[in-house]
């Protein structure tokens, strides 16, 4: 799979679609939507992001928290689970962050898929190992590309995510212009 990851001048939107099975339960989604903000606020902070909103009608900005500044434009229940999903962030300087993080978390679900296909059974020990493996990799890859210098360990939360993602196949992770999204 070829995917190429475009950040224009519009808010940066990351297409997913993740194979649930057939009819999924509630819960199950929930665990994926989940999963997919772990991993959001794992890329976010390794590609150095710090997001705040417009300001409000008051003038002053109010900070928005990484796990909330990831939002959904469209999103499909049915399996595959299929999201658009953005940045809620209105201000040219904090979309280039918005992109860099977008492109970061984009690069850490195509990681996730290439991990899935060469992977077979494997332990759940030996799925946290490979788990931490791939998230330090991701952060040096982030960093090699630009982002931040100093080195961020995976949080309990960002590894329960990719270890529940690892269990889902990940179909779709394209960043798309927003005009690809009308």
């Known amino acids: 799979m070829d995917v190429q990851p475009r950040?224009?001048?519009y808010q940066p939107v990351l297409d997913v679609a993740i194979d649930l099975g057939p009819m999924p339960p509630v819960v199950r989604v929930t665990e994926c939507i989940s999963a997919v903000t772990g991993v959001w606020v794992r890329s976010a902070l390794v590609a150095g992001v710090r997001l705040a909103s417009p300001p409000s009608e008051v003038g002053s900005p109010k900070r928005v928290s990484i796990r909330h500044s990831l939002v959904v434009r469209r999103m499909s229940l049915s399996s595959p689970w299929e999201a658009l999903l953005t940045v809620a962030a209105e201000k040219s300087a904090p979309l280039?962050?918005?992109?860099?993080?977008?492109?970061?978390l984009q690069r850490l679900l195509q990681m996730v898929m290439e991990w899935q296909r060469h992977r077979?059974?494997?332990?759940?020990?030996r799925l946290r190992i490979e788990a931490v493996q791939l998230l330090r990799q991701h952060a040096t890859e982030?960093?090699?590309?630009?982002?931040?210098?100093s080195e961020i360990e995976p949080s309990s939360e960002a590894l329960a995510a990719l270890v529940t993602l690892a269990q889902l196949p990940i179909v779709r992770a394209e960043i798309q212009s927003e005009e690809q999204t009308d």
């Open 96 to 104: 280039l962050y918005a992109g860099a993080a977008m492109v970061a």
């Open 7 to 9: 950040v224009g001048v």
């Open 120 to 125: 077979l059974d494997v332990a759940d020990r």
């Open 142 to 149: 982030v960093r090699r590309d630009g982002g931040p210098a």
